[in-house]
């Protein structure tokens, strides 16, 4: 969890953090904070994130964004 709330951290969302739910319904963050995520991701991991797990209930939380790097990932 600490290295997903690095890539907030990096793209200026420090407001954000792991206790936090529903990021994307509550318009919390948004499409634009999504693609900065992408880009952090890819970044960290040296490889791009596949679109099929682009998806809107794999950033709805920490839990669930560490869920889809797991599997997306491996």
Same mark, same amino acid.
């Given at each position: 969890?600490?290295? $997903?709330?690095? !890539? !907030?951290?990096?793209? #200026?969302?420090?407001?954000?953090?792991?206790?936090?739910?529903?990021?994307?319904?509550? #318009? $919390? $963050?948004?499409? %634009? #904070?999504?693609?900065?995520?992408?880009?952090? %991701?890819?970044?960290?991991?040296?490889?791009?994130?596949?679109?099929? !797990?682009?998806?809107?209930?794999? !950033?709805?939380?920490?839990?669930? %964004?560490?869920?889809?790097?797991? $599997?997306?990932?491996?």
């Amino acid at each position: 969890m600490q290295q $997903i709330q690095e !890539f !907030f951290n990096k793209i #200026d969302r420090s407001d954000i953090n792991e206790t936090m739910q529903n990021l994307l319904s509550d #318009d $919390i $963050i948004d499409s %634009i #904070d999504i693609m900065a995520l992408v880009a952090e %991701i890819e970044k960290y991991y040296k490889k791009p994130l596949k679109a099929d !797990f682009i998806k809107a209930e794999n !950033f709805e939380s920490f839990k669930n %964004i560490k869920e889809m790097l797991e $599997i997306a990932m491996q």
